[in-house]
């Protein structure tokens, strides 16, 4: 089984001096990062385009076996009708991203907070997400984040593209544990600052139990510390790699 665990991005002021050493230069952060975790979830690739030697320079700062997932384009997902975002998602995959090689995950598609279920809109625009691109396959994660998803419809579209649905540990935000896919991609978003860890020790057992559950029989997981007390979202990570690893 092949379990990642990490955080969203790597560049965050209040890390500095808590989860990165202090005076560590923030051009080696990303190095830093990638020894003590084992995949990141670059949040840029929401906002615009990167460059193609930016994917060369973050592939080689990292070593073998760590991934990078990404978040889509908002260009492609923030839209009223879906299916009308195929140029959007052309400029997307055409960005570069391959350059990544094997160190490239999953690409997690955030749809708006409300955003509705619409059958035919929602499967014409899985339609239009290419899986594989300058000959390298693409894995596709689907995060919904308004509760008409809960829809056998929406599963039945997932499973035939072998799309994940994100599963979300939020207070705000529907949670569907339903497997799509021959790998899991889940966010936890639940992280409290009182805790050096950002989740209790019997909290991050029981986190580790699942991640292990989703792992069985050889799937792939992928489990990102987002949101919540951001500050604490590295170590949290850590703390679960270190029970994964026991």
Excluded at 79 to 103: N, P
Excluded at 123 to 133: G, H, K, M, T, V
Excluded at 172 to 193: C, G, H, M, N
């Amino acid at each position: 089984m092949t379990i990642r665990v990490g955080v969203g991005g790597w560049t965050f002021e209040p890390w500095r001096g808590v989860f990165y050493p202090p005076g560590l230069a923030h051009k080696r952060e990303l190095e830093f990062a990638a020894q003590a975790l084992t995949a990141i979830e670059i949040n840029a690739t929401y906002y615009g385009r990167q460059k193609p030697q930016s994917w060369r320079n973050w592939a080689a700062a990292v070593p073998d076996g760590f991934v990078f997932s990404l978040k889509a384009s908002r260009y492609c997902t923030q839209r009223k009708v879906l299916a009308e975002s195929g140029d959007s998602i052309r400029m997307f995959v055409e960005q570069g991203f391959t350059e990544l090689g094997d160190k490239l995950g999953p690409i997690n598609w955030q749809l708006a907070e409300r955003k509705v279920f619409d059958r035919d809109d929602f499967a014409r625009f899985l339609d239009l997400i290419p899986e594989q691109q300058d000959g390298m396959k693409l894995r596709h994660a689907l995060e919904v984040r308004d509760a008409s998803f809960a829809d056998a419809a929406f599963l039945d579209l997932a499973r035939e593209r072998n799309m994940a649905v994100v599963f979300a540990d939020s207070e705000k935000f529907p949670r569907i544990d339903e497997q799509t896919s021959d790998f899991t991609y889940a966010r936890l978003q639940r992280a409290v600052e009182e805790i050096e860890t950002g989740y209790d020790a019997a909290t991050l057992d029981q986190w580790a139990m699942q991640v292990k559950a989703w792992a069985d029989g050889g799937r792939g997981v992928f489990v990102y510390f987002i949101s919540g007390a951001k500050v604490r979202n590295p170590t949290a990570a850590q703390a679960l790699i270190a029970r994964l690893e026991a």
